[in-house]
């Protein structure tokens, strides 16, 4: 067989071509690695399937060129070249392999330490909020226990509302607590019997004028319910004709009891019990205010009772001082004699002063001359002792 031998530009171009191959191939994978990390399995694979791709030309070229020794050594030199390069690309995928892998597991130890410090923190809020929750759970309970006794109670004040004896032992002791409260005991009697046989509820004892005033509580529930239940327009004024009725009905009554002559004021006292049955009288019901007004009677809700009460405490207050008058004049007079005695004797202590001090002024001379004296004895400074004096010697007979 006979060996074709090709010239050397052929050759160089088949180096050419396999220098062409090999950075054709080498750039994907350097631009693969450049870019994003590869994982190790897909790098053992594009290895395994270059030198596949190498073994595949070289074998092309040996059997284009059996013969040609230089160029089946620039084959292996180019092989060897590309085995390098393939190996040293290999140690670089499989360090930058580790790098990522150390930066993933640092990330993810970061990660995990950031989401259970958050999740940590998380708990102890939700733990606080939990324990608020507790508490305020707590007091909702104590409310509603509370909410509980007091709609026992409302049903019980309703049980006593509906009838109407216990209604009015209701207004009588609201009544009753409002008067005891504010005025002292000696001015109010409950359950006075008048001298027409009629029995008050509350009598209080005022100075003339005005006497005696009379208050009755009265407390007309069922009309107001009505009132207040009526749904179409002719029930509310069926309702309101009652009411007015039954509220009209009950001044007269008062007026006709317990405003007698002679022996009680020219004016009563109906006490409404509710401040609501109050204000629809007065807001609805003019005309009756009005009419209670000729009869004389007064219509008065808890809050215009005390005021009502505070001022009778006030007259109370001012008429005992004016009976109180001529007994304080009395006292003042009094009070006057002692302090007349009280500057006499003031001037009388006075003059025993100026006396005692008078005395003293006499005991202070008597000293001097003494120290002196002695003075002078001290000092041998006596001459002749002269004769003494029968009157010096006397008490009180030093002079001044």
Request: charged share 25%; aromatic share 4%.
């Amino acid at each position: 067989m006979t060996r074709e031998v090709l010239p050397r530009p052929a050759a160089v171009k088949v180096q050419t071509a396999a220098a062409r191959r090999e950075a054709g191939t080498a750039a994907p994978a350097r631009s693969v690695l450049g870019s994003e990390p590869m994982e190790e399995p897909s790098i053992i694979v594009v290895v395994l399937g270059l030198i596949a791709l190498l073994a595949v030309v070289a074998v092309a070229m040996l059997w284009r060129g059996r013969g040609r020794a230089e160029e089946a050594a620039n084959l292996a030199r180019a092989q060897a070249e590309l085995a390098g390069r393939l190996s040293q690309m290999a140690e670089e995928a499989a360090a930058r392999q580790e790098q990522l892998r150390q930066t993933l597991d640092n990330r993810l130890a970061d990660v995990a330490k950031r989401v259970g410090d958050s999740l940590q923190e998380q708990t102890k809020r939700n733990q606080t909020g939990l324990e608020g929750l507790k508490e305020r759970l707590a007091v909702i309970d104590a409310a509603q226990k509370n909410i509980t006794e007091l709609s026992g109670q409302m049903v019980s004040l309703q049980d006593i509302l509906s009838n109407k004896q216990a209604r009015g032992a209701f207004g009588e002791i609201q009544l009753e607590n409002l008067v005891t409260e504010i005025l002292p005991p000696s001015v109010y009697s409950f359950q006075h019997k008048l001298g027409n046989d009629k029995i008050a509820d509350c009598l209080l004892r005022l100075p003339n004028p005005p006497g005696a005033m009379v208050i009755d509580s009265k407390f007309p529930l069922e009309s107001y319910r009505r009132l207040r239940e009526a749904k179409d327009e002719a029930a509310k004024l069926q309702a309101g004709r009652d009411f007015k009725t039954d509220v009209s009905k009950h001044v007269r009554a008062i007026a006709e009891r317990y405003i007698v002559a002679g022996e009680t004021a020219e004016w009563a006292l109906m006490f409404l019990p509710s401040e609501s049955v109050y204000a629809e009288v007065h807001d609805s019901f003019g005309v009756v205010v009005e009419d209670a007004f000729r009869q004389r009677v007064g219509i008065v809700s808890p809050t215009t009772m005390m005021a009502t009460l505070h001022t009778i405490r006030a007259v109370l207050k001012d008429a005992r001082m004016r009976e109180q008058a001529g007994l304080i004049q009395v006292e003042v007079a009094k009070i006057a004699g002692d302090v007349g005695r009280l500057e006499t004797r003031v001037q009388a202590l006075q003059k025993h002063f100026g006396q005692a001090t008078a005395d003293v002024q006499h005991i202070l001379t008597s000293t001097g001359k003494i120290v002196n004296r002695a003075e002078r004895i001290g000092q041998a400074e006596l001459g002749d002792v002269p004769e003494p004096d029968p009157a010096a010697a006397l008490p009180g007979g030093d002079a001044p």
